[in-house]
């Protein structure tokens, strides 16, 4: 994607935000309703709420007035590119919902969701790689996903890594065997 087209998103972005009530005005402190709605806005399982709040992370300036905890530590205790799938952004917004419900006191009636558009954010990710060794990926993304829902951080033994390590060397292999048929 161009910078051009990126820099435009984005002030589209805040622009919207703005509208509908999700940037305070620059004289006017951020209510805690607004914060609420827009930890709402950025913690959704839709795609669009992943990249408003991707925006926002990436212009964490325009959003000081809501004193956001944007601290992470990714994946926790565990990889956070799995046999090399790229899980860090995702475990970051799981962090950035977690961090921010517990701040303001609403963790509790929020958390499967927060889990849930974790869910759904590694199956975009995962969506990405190739039919062959997506379902590695799918593997792991469902048992960070299973860790979260029940100890609250991914947690991954090295048996699951191994398991998925399996089927993503048997995927990478039917590939270079299809890609060999095709020639």
């Not at 607004?34 to 300036?61: E, H, I, M, P």
């Not at 919902?97 to 590694?122: C, I, S, T």
């Not at 060794?133 to 799918?138: L, N, T």
Request: glycine share 4%; with cysteine; charged share 15%.
């Amino acid at each position: 994607m161009s910078r051009r087209l990126l820099t435009m998103l984005t002030a589209s972005t805040f622009a919207v935000a703005a509208l509908l009530g999700f940037a305070a005005p620059a004289s006017a402190a951020v209510t805690p309703a607004q914060k609420l709605a827009a930890l709402s806005n950025f913690t959704q399982t839709s795609v669009s709420s992943y990249n408003s709040w991707n925006s926002a992370r990436q212009n964490q300036g325009a959003w000081a007035e809501y004193a956001f905890n944007w601290g992470t530590d990714y994946c926790s205790s565990s990889p956070d590119n799995p046999l090399g799938f790229s899980f860090e952004l995702s475990c970051y917004r799981h962090d950035f919902g977690y961090r921010n419900y517990k701040e303001v006191g609403q963790f509790d009636p929020n958390k499967a969701r927060l889990d849930d558009a974790f869910y759904a954010d590694l199956q975009r990710v995962c969506a990405t790689y190739n039919a062959f060794v997506r379902p590695a990926c799918y593997s792991l993304a469902w048992t960070y996903y299973q860790a979260v829902r029940v100890f609250g951080a991914p947690v991954i033994t090295q048996a699951e890594l191994d398991k998925a390590a399996k089927l993503k060397a048997d995927g990478e292999r039917r590939a270079a065997a299809a890609a060999a048929a095709a020639r």
